[in-house]
């Protein structure tokens, strides 16, 4: 029976913790007082300086999220190319929307996507970078998208996209 219930946590474990509420740096906190009649007072204590680390997610670690930049485009009839910055942005809570200073350095795992839109094919190649601690927002990498047609609107010669994703790590959440 032991063995059962050891396992059912295990299982459930990471369920549990992801059904908590998240926490909010600039939540409210209630203190208590009680008179000299014996009457309890609750105040209301704003407290902004709760360290954002401390609050991130329930597992102590940030949440990522990878963006991608548009950083030039070029069109003509024959051809398009656009070139794209990929950076990675960590966040004390799941909604994305207080970013937060990595504490410790980490390792953050991502994918290179390769696709030939000619041929329908891709390839993908699995990657890791070495981030330092100190900023909430790193650059990754770049992909690009790059097509040439031939006089009639078809595909010639080249049609090919190079992206860039995230993939679960040590030290921080991607998931959403």
């Known amino acids: 029976m032991k063995?059962?219930?050891?396992?059912?946590l295990l299982v459930l474990l990471p369920l549990?913790?992801?059904c908590q509420p998240e926490l909010d740096a600039y939540s409210e906190q209630k203190s208590t007082a009680q008179s000299a009649?014996?009457?309890?007072?609750?105040?209301k204590k704003s407290s902004p300086s709760v360290d954002a680390l401390s609050v991130m997610g329930l597992a102590g670690i940030p949440f990522a999220s990878m963006e991608?930049?548009?950083?030039?485009?070029?069109?003509?009839?024959?051809?398009?190319?656009?070139?794209?910055?990929?950076?990675?942005?960590?966040?004390?809570?799941r909604a994305r929307t207080s970013p937060v200073n990595l504490g410790s350095a980490i390792q953050l795992n991502y994918t290179s996507t390769y696709y030939n839109y000619m041929y329908n094919n891709s390839m993908r190649s699995n990657l890791s970078i070495?981030?330092?601690?100190?900023s909430h927002s790193y650059y990754i990498?770049?992909?690009?998208?790059?097509c040439y047609y031939g006089a009639n609107?078809?595909?010639?010669?080249r049609c090919d996209?190079?992206?860039l994703s995230l993939r679960t790590g040590v030290g921080y959440d991607a998931s959403y």
């Open 68 to 93: 991608a930049v548009e950083t030039s485009r070029y069109e003509t009839p024959w051809q398009v190319s656009v070139a794209t910055d990929y950076y990675v942005t960590f966040w004390a809570d």
């Open 16 to 18: 549990a913790f992801a």
């Open 161 to 163: 996209e190079t992206w």
């Open 3 to 8: 063995k059962t219930f050891l396992a059912a």
């Open 37 to 43: 009649d014996e009457t309890l007072t609750l105040e």
């Open 130 to 134: 070495s981030l330092s601690p100190g």
């Open 153 to 157: 609107g078809n595909m010639e010669n």
């Open 141 to 146: 990498g770049s992909g690009n998208y790059e």
